[in-house]
């Protein structure tokens, strides 16, 4: 199993709703990350886990809360968005060992497309 | 942090051969990625560069001169599912981050 599993792929939320969007990949990855991606743009990183301890966050605005429940699954929890926070969310893995490895090819989920109205 | 730049848009012919450009500048190089992405799809992995030379695999070759700050991707005997965002991505060495370039919009013309 090289999948990187995402759930929904689409979302449509107001600006008020709270909604979480769901990752899960079966490959032992110890690093797990949440990109954004607007259209013709390329992918910002917004967080990485490893070892299910939030390492990096990119000075992520409140309103998104990632958590990491386990070593196989990644949500982003979603409050109070605005619309410009529309974008395509890529959930993406990578080994890693505790020192960190020369070669951490990602493997990108296929997105959850989300629109703020 | 990087900063990457490759070209916004290349069209070929199918059965050509195209070679994306990619130029960065970073603080601590810790090896380079070529991906590959379809509209309204994941990127998905095409090649690593941690030393300088070529790295071949079937149609798409990798060269990275880390002297330069220069890598490109070269893709051969062109297909029509080859038209794609090819992205360019470098691994920071202090915090393993991959920071992408804003990508290359290849379009194969029949």
């Known amino acids: 199993d090289t999948e990187v599993t995402q759930t929904p792929k689409h979302l449509v939320m107001g600006m008020t709703n709270k909604k979480s969007l769901k990752c899960e990949q079966h490959m032992g990855h110890r690093a797990m990350y949440w990109y954004k991606q607007k259209a013709k743009k390329p992918p910002e990183l917004m967080f990485v886990?490893?070892?299910?301890?939030?390492?990096i966050n990119e000075s992520v605005p409140s309103r998104f809360s990632p958590e990491c429940p386990n070593s196989s699954l990644l949500n982003l929890h979603l409050h109070a968005l605005q619309p410009e926070d529309s974008a395509l969310y890529l959930c993406?893995?990578?080994?890693?060992?505790?020192?960190?490895?020369?070669?951490?090819?990602?493997?990108f989920g296929s997105g959850t497309q989300l629109s703020v109205l | 942090g990087q900063n990457i730049d490759q070209p916004t848009e290349m069209t070929a012919t199918e059965g050509a051969i195209v070679q994306i450009n990619c130029t960065y500048q970073?603080?601590?190089?810790?090896?380079l990625f070529w991906y590959q992405q379809h509209a309204g799809e994941a990127p998905t992995f095409l090649s690593y560069?941690?030393?300088?030379g070529l790295e071949e695999k079937g149609r798409f070759s990798s060269f990275l001169s880390r002297s330069k700050g220069y890598s490109y991707l070269l893709l051969k005997e062109l297909q029509m599912k080859d038209s794609a965002s090819y992205l360019c991505a470098v691994r920071d060495i202090n915090d393993y981050k991959l920071s992408f370039g804003a990508g290359t919009t290849v379009t194969v013309r029949a």
């Open positions: 970073t603080s601590g190089f810790n090896g």
């Open positions: 560069n941690v030393l300088d």
């Open positions: 886990y490893s070892y299910e301890k939030l390492s």
């Open positions: 993406a893995s990578s080994d890693r060992d505790r020192e960190g490895t020369t070669n951490e090819k990602l493997f």
